[in-house]
């Protein structure tokens, strides 16, 4: 392999961690605004259920 294409390879490498890393995270943002939806969707148990 030339050291060129070692290089690019290397560089490949590192964005797609890079997107896996991003994924990862948008991944953690979306459970926690599921929690926070069904958190905020529970009707107060005072309420009168009509």
Known sequence: ?????KLHEKKLEA???????????????TEKAKAEVK???TPPED????
Do not use: H, S, Y
Not at 1 to 5: G, H, L, N, P, W
Not at 16 to 29: G, L, M, V
Not at 47 to 50: G, M, R, V, Y
């Open 15 to 29: 964005q797609w961690r890079e997107w896996n890393a991003q994924i990862a995270r948008f991944k953690t943002k």
């Open 39 to 41: 958190v905020n969707d």
């Open 47 to 50: 309420l009168p259920n009509d």
């Open 1 to 5: 392999m030339t050291d060129k294409r």
